[in-house]
């Protein structure tokens, strides 16, 4: 059974850095893209940063040389670095997997083809 497990969220001052993880079950990050969305209250979900082994790696242009994902193959886990947090990105954070072995970075965080998705993690950015 494929299953994603996200931890890592909470609170955090404005301009404060958090680390997420996502530990992934039933499945090898060796073969399928595997990334971060986040969904504020109203809004849509949104690709934040996915990441393939040996493929490219996509980052939203808003969080460009903040944020920071990467993966530790043996442990089957992803990580979300999130540095100089603002306000506007508090948000339940969710991790997700990719369908199919040929699901690239990219697609998976921008058109949004996903396979299977974690239960979410609050990120509150507040004074």
């Known amino acids: 059974q494929l299953q994603l497990v996200e931890s890592g969220g909470g609170l955090v001052q404005p301009g404060g850095s958090l680390r997420l993880s996502c530990v992934a079950s039933g499945f090898t990050l060796d073969y399928y893209a595997i990334g971060w969305f986040r969904q504020a209250p109203g809004k849509e979900r949104e690709g934040v940063s996915c990441?393939?082994?040996?493929?490219?790696?996509y980052y939203a242009e808003s969080v460009k040389g903040r944020f920071t994902i990467s993966m530790d193959n043996a442990k089957n886990t992803v990580f979300l670095q999130m540095n100089s947090l603002k306000p506007e990105e508090t948000a339940v954070y969710y991790c997700?997997?990719?369908?199919?072995?040929?699901?690239?970075?990219?697609?998976?965080?921008?058109?949004?083809?996903?396979?299977?998705w974690g239960q979410g993690t609050q990120v509150t950015v507040s004074s």
């Open positions: 990441i393939r082994r040996g493929g490219s790696t």
């Open positions: 997700a997997a990719g369908p199919s072995r040929s699901t690239t970075s990219q697609r998976l965080c921008v058109s949004k083809d996903i396979g299977s």
